[in-house]
């Protein structure tokens, strides 16, 4: 089995997006994810694991103000090749997102 370790970063979108998917055949594991608001306002998020409905919700409707941090440090796993990481903020690229993982295949 080989690892390899990985962060992603970027934006979040205002409309309920896929921000990762896990390559075929490939186990993840999620380490640490951090969330910013870089907006001068207040503005609220929400992230599912594994599917778009309520019973995969991670993190619901999180408020951040301006310059706020939302910081989650445990370690979950993504189903092979299956697990995604879908997101929306109520602003468009005002939560930037850094999220580190392990992939294995």
């Known amino acids: 089995m080989a690892d390899?370790?990985?962060t992603i970063q970027g934006y979040l979108p205002n409309a309920q997006t896929s921000i990762y998917s896990a390559p075929a055949g490939t186990g993840v594991v999620i380490k640490h994810q951090l969330f910013t608001n870089i907006s001068g306002g207040t503005v609220t998020f929400?992230?599912?694991k594994n599917g778009t409905?309520?019973?995969f919700i991670d993190v619901n409707n999180?408020?951040?103000d301006a310059g706020e941090s939302y910081e989650i440090d445990d370690t979950e796993?993504?189903?092979a090749s299956t697990g995604t990481i879908v997101?929306?903020?109520s602003v468009?690229?005002?939560i930037a997102y850094k999220?580190?993982?392990d992939e294995t295949s």
Request: charged share 10%.
């Open 77 to 79: 796993t993504l189903p």
């Open 62 to 64: 999180i408020s951040l």
């Open 99 to 101: 999220i580190s993982l």
């Open 87 to 89: 997101a929306i903020a």
């Open 92 to 94: 468009a690229s005002a």
């Open 53 to 55: 409905t309520n019973d």
């Open 4 to 6: 390899a370790y990985k």
């Open 46 to 48: 929400s992230i599912w």
